[in-house]
């Protein structure tokens, strides 16, 4: 009996999953991270950079939030062309203009970030 109480409540939780923000069109965004000038030959363990950037699909808007020692510049690109910079890391953008898939690079002194913003 007690198995089945247990086995009835885990098919519950998993029938019914948590209630939250599923409508949202917020999202995360992922971040290639990769060092300047460095050719990469054979395995190498990833660029640890805690960079995190969510884009708001619905209000057109991207935020980028880093550690505050993390100096570099961003740049939102369409179709290779700039489209708003920011001289410092932690930063918000408004994206006006038409839709398809933006990229976002962040610069720093000795590495690039890169990743794809779908509005």
């Not at 990469?40 to 880093?66: F, H, M, N, W, Y």
Request: net charge negative.
């Amino acid at each position: 009996m007690k198995h089945f109480l247990v086995f009835l409540i885990l098919s519950l939780v998993a029938a019914f999953p948590m209630m939250g923000d599923d409508n949202s069109s917020t999202r995360n965004i992922s971040l290639e991270k990769r060092a300047k000038g460095i050719v990469e030959k054979g395995q190498r363990a990833p660029l640890r950079l805690d960079i995190e950037v969510t884009c708001d699909a619905s209000t057109r808007t991207v935020e980028v939030v880093a550690d505050e020692s993390l100096e570099g510049e961003v740049f939102i690109l369409f179709d290779g062309a700039t489209v708003d910079y920011s001289p410092v890391i932690n930063s918000a953008f408004y994206i006006p203009e038409a839709s398809g898939q933006y990229t976002i690079e962040i610069e720093g002194s000795a590495w690039i970030a890169t990743g794809v913003l779908p509005l």
